[in-house]
Each structure stands twice: as structure tokens, then as C-alpha cells.
């Protein structure tokens, strides 16, 4: 039977002040516990249909089931998404060295459990308790020199490959997913975000929004902060509460 109702969503998605198309894509599903944001491969053609696609696949999935079926279902979808990008369409688009790949960051909730799954730099936040969370751990270049060579974000950032992903869908022949589960309380907010958008806003930022009354007035408050930055990216939010 579908998931009861308990959950409130709002979702948005902005080209930003840079970019002349949309490569992100969303997917606000509270009737399925179910919300998604993919953010196409900047400089990959066709980052937009792989970020559609995975969307539309997972919009598709059964909602009967238990909440662990449910969460093998998604992540089984992902993996012939990974499949599907990897094979024809690279084949489609004439070029063998052309890559057709997306982030993805799904949230998945039923009762108090939570599971959060994602491949890339898109991000899952949570704020409880007037604290803000990132659930996700960011697949980048940047993430790893911090964890492998113990520098700093700083120094990270300046590596000029940075912002280079070293997981997405379709991007190899193996996708590696990674899954946080959670237990939920009463107050929880979630944020589903592609990178345009955390990257113009501080912590506080984020975290002030959050506490925002209710998911429109958080989308408000995230989108026009970040559309007074330098917005180079398109920007895609997810806001989910009780």
C-alpha cells in the first residue's frame, strides 16, 4: 500500500546567472516518501537527459513493499541507470570518449526510518535541534584530498581538479552508492540540494532557512540568498518536514 502522508515538501530548481540550460533535475514524491535531486555532468553532453532519466526512473518505482524492498528497489534502479548511461547512450552519441553521467542524492522516508543514497557531490542535510547535519559525504576529488592527504579545505580547494567527481551514474562501469540510514524524530527537516546551490551559502545560511516555518518559506529564503551570489551553477533544493 502507498506510504502514508506524513511528510511536506517543497521543491525549485534555477539556471543561475551563468549557465544557458538546466542540467539539474528533482523529483518531490511525498506520497512515496520518496525525493531525489541529480545534477548533470557539467561539461558532459547530455548531462541534462541523464539527470531527467534518473529521475523518471525512480519516480517509477512500486511504493508496495517494505521499507527494505522499497530501498533495494532504488538502489537496483540506480545501478541499470548506471548501466543504460554507460552503454548505449555513450554509444548513441557517437563518440567513444563521451561521457553522459549525473549525481544523484535520494531521500527515502516511512514511519521514523530514514535512508539516504547518493553517488557525487549533490548533498543531504539535516537540521534538528537547531543543528545543521550534511548526511551526505561528498564523492570529489576535494573530499578525498582531505581525507587521504589530510589537507585542508582550504588547500583542497585550490587543487585545480577540486571540483572533478570521483562517483556519479554512468560515469564508470561500476557505480558505488553509498547509504546512511537514519532514525527520524519529530522535528526533522531535510534538505536535498545539488552543488550551485550549498556552494553560495555559508552554514549559518543554510541552517537559518531551515528553521524557517515551513518548506516554501526555507526554498524562499535559500534561493534568494543564493540568486544575490554569483550563482555560475544551476541551483536545485529539496526541502522536506513533518
Same mark, same amino acid.
Given at each position: ?40 555532468? =557539467? ?5 541534462? %537527459?541523464? +539527470?531527467?532519466? %534518473? ?10 513493499? @517494505? ?6 528497489? *532504488? ?15 555513450? %554509444? ?5 570518449? @563521451? %561521457? ?10 516511512? =514511519? ?23 548526511? +551526505? ?6 573530499? !578525498? ?11 583542497? !580547494? ?16 561500476? *557505480? ?10 519529530? @522535528? ?5 540540494? +545539488? ?6 551559502? @555559508? ?6 532557512? *531551515? ?32
Amino acid at each position: 500500500m502507498p506510504v502514508a502522508n506524513r511528510w511536506c515538501s517543497a521543491a525549485r530548481t534555477d539556471t543561475g546567472k551563468v549557465r544557458t540550460r538546466n542540467e539539474d533535475a528533482f523529483l518531490d514524491c511525498p506520497e512515496q516518501g520518496l525525493w531525489v535531486v541529480a545534477d548533470g555532468m =557539467g561539461g558532459y553532453q547530455g548531462g541534462d %537527459i541523464a +539527470s531527467q532519466m %534518473i529521475v523518471a526512473g525512480l519516480a517509477e518505482l512500486p511504493t508496495q513493499g @517494505s521499507f527494505d524492498k522499497r530501498l533495494n528497489d *532504488l538502489r537496483q534502479c540506480l545501478h541499470w541507470l548506471n548501466r543504460r548511461l554507460g552503454q548505449e547512450l555513450t %554509444i548513441t552519441a557517437g563518440q567513444q570518449d @563521451s %561521457i553522459i553521467g549525473s549525481t544523484v542524492v535520494a531521500l527515502m522516508l516511512e =514511519g521514523n526510518r530514514a535512508a539516504c543514497v547518493w553517488a557525487g557531490d549533490s548533498r543531504c542535510y539535516l537540521w534538528r535541534g537547531q543543528r545543521l547535519y550534511q548526511l +551526505s559525504k561528498d564523492h570529489s576529488l576535494q573530499q !578525498q584530498l582531505i581525507d587521504e592527504q589530510q589537507m585542508s579545505i582550504e588547500q583542497a !580547494q585550490a587543487h585545480p581538479g577540486a571540483t572533478a567527481l570521483t562517483r556519479a551514474v554512468g560515469a564508470s562501469e561500476h *557505480l558505488a552508492l553509498a547509504v546512511l540510514e537514519l532514525t527520524v524524530y519529530p @522535528s526533522d527537516v531535510f534538505l536535498l540540494c +545539488s552543488d550551485g546551490l550549498y556552494q553560495g551559502l @555559508s552554514c549559518d545560511a543554510l541552517g537559518n532557512a *531551515l528553521n524557517l516555518a515551513s518548506p516554501q518559506l526555507t526554498l524562499k529564503g535559500l534561493f534568494d540568498r543564493a540568486l544575490r551570489g554569483l550563482a555560475r551553477d544551476n541551483l536545485t533544493a529539496v526541502v522536506i518536514r513533518q
